[in-house]
């Protein structure tokens, strides 16, 4: 399929403004954290406040002096464009266009940085509302006089993915720093490079079912994790099934986990779940944790557990784990993930330890 147009999100599709943050911040890690949390400002935000504001207040909430958001501003004209970009743009035989969660006076000094022609330059300022919100898709698509499913949406961000694709726009997602998706909306296509004429066409292909791309999402490396992220898993409650598949698979059966008399007999309301049985509630491939880091986990090494309350069968149980450790080495790091895993009761009946083997970033 051809369009009629393209619209570009900037300051990550285009431009390559993680190193300017990392930059200023004084290191990759404070940057990716403050980066971080400023897309969950704007991406929450709705209405538009001033950009440079929402800049601030990201780096005063990880704990970061909130003078950057001048220092940044200061250094803007710094913004370098990914390597591939404005040749690949230069080539496009449609309009272009850009549509930016920025001020316009930002905006535009940032579309110029690109060194290439746009039709429209839209930012959150001139619409009055931040994207994901439809009205700044639909205002570039006004300017464009284009319709949306004729409008190709290349995405730097998560949220661009959900946003562009609810007013109709096929999605393109330039995931550069493999960043998690927001949801469960899939792009028409995905890359970690801006669309060459190879990954254009790859798009125009992305109707035809691919094996390789029936996966959660990009891979995330060693680097892209961060102390204190969570990954909660789907609660259950504990029914006599589960009881029984635990009995078939450990060959464990001692009646005080499977006969509801001699429990009773010895002071308990129900059957008392084995502590295994506690402790697998919190195997990471009930969550999303090894679809987020994708092929750069190279094994589960071990784990630990301490059962804190009985757990009855009826119980409902709430696991999650939380990133508690990065212990980088050469070319993988450990991953020291704590457990926890609670009651219907808010009760913490069992925590622990889990440490997995994660590739870093291949260069």
């Given at each position: 399929m051809t369009y009629d147009a393209v619209v570009f999100d900037l300051l990550t599709a285009l431009l390559d403004s993680w190193t300017l943050w990392n930059d200023v911040a004084g290191s990759p890690e404070d940057g990716m954290r403050w980066r971080r949390r400023y897309l969950e400002i704007t991406y929450?935000?709705?209405?538009?406040?001033?950009?440079?504001?929402?800049?601030?207040?990201?780096?005063?909430?990880?704990?970061?002096?909130?003078?950057?958001?001048?220092?940044?501003?200061?250094?803007?004209?710094?913004?370098?464009?990914?390597?591939?970009?404005?040749?690949?743009?230069?080539?496009?035989?449609?309009?272009?266009?850009?549509?930016?969660?920025?001020?316009?006076?930002?905006?535009?000094?940032?579309?110029?940085?690109?060194?290439?022609?746009?039709?429209?330059?839209?930012?959150?300022?001139?619409?009055?509302?931040?994207?994901?919100?439809?009205?700044?898709?639909?205002?570039?698509?006004?300017?464009?006089?284009?319709?949306?499913?004729?409008?190709?949406?290349?995405?730097?961000?998560?949220?661009?993915?959900?946003?562009?694709?609810?007013?109709?726009?096929?999605?393109?997602?330039?995931?550069?720093?493999?960043?998690?998706?927001?949801?469960?909306?899939?792009?028409?296509?995905?890359?970690?490079?801006?669309?060459?004429?190879?990954?254009?066409?790859?798009?125009?292909?992305?109707?035809?079912?691919?094996?390789?791309?029936?996966?959660?999402?990009?891979?995330?490396?060693?680097?892209?994790?961060?102390?204190g992220q969570k990954f909660y898993i789907n609660s259950r409650t504990q029914t006599e099934a589960m009881f029984a598949a635990f009995q078939l698979a450990s060959g464990d059966n001692h009646p005080i986990h499977y006969d509801r008399e001699y429990c009773k007999a010895r002071g308990h309301r129900d059957l008392l779940a084995h502590g295994l049985q506690v402790a697998i509630q919190g195997a990471a491939g009930a969550g999303i944790f090894p679809h987020v880091i994708g092929d750069s986990l190279i094994g589960f090494l071990e784990q630990s557990s301490r059962f804190l309350k009985p757990v009855y069968c009826g119980d409902t149980l709430y696991p999650m784990l939380e990133v508690s450790e990065l212990k980088p080495g050469r070319t993988t790091g450990v991953m020291v993930m704590k457990l926890t895993i609670h009651n219907q009761k808010g009760e913490l009946v069992c925590d622990g330890e889990h440490k997995y083997l994660v590739k870093k970033r291949p260069h």
């Open positions: 929450g935000c709705g209405a538009y406040r001033p950009y440079e504001t929402l800049v601030r207040e990201a780096a005063r909430d990880v704990g970061l002096p909130g003078s950057l958001g001048g220092g940044l501003e200061r250094r803007w004209g710094e913004l370098a464009p990914w390597p591939e970009a404005p040749g690949v743009l230069a080539k496009l035989p449609v309009p272009l266009a850009v549509a930016t969660n920025c001020s316009i006076r930002l905006g535009r000094q940032a579309a110029d940085r690109v060194g290439v022609p746009f039709k429209t330059v839209t930012t959150a300022e001139s619409v009055g509302f931040y994207k994901p919100r439809p009205e700044p898709y639909q205002a570039v698509l006004a300017a464009l006089g284009t319709a949306p499913e004729r409008t190709l949406f290349v995405a730097g961000s998560a949220s661009d993915v959900p946003g562009a694709k609810a007013v109709g726009m096929p999605v393109y997602w330039h995931n550069r720093v493999g960043l998690p998706p927001r949801d469960d909306t899939r792009p028409d296509y995905l890359e970690p490079m801006v669309p060459t004429q190879r990954g254009r066409r790859r798009v125009a292909e992305a109707g035809q079912f691919k094996p390789e791309e029936h996966r959660f999402g990009p891979t995330h490396w060693f680097e892209d994790m961060t102390v």
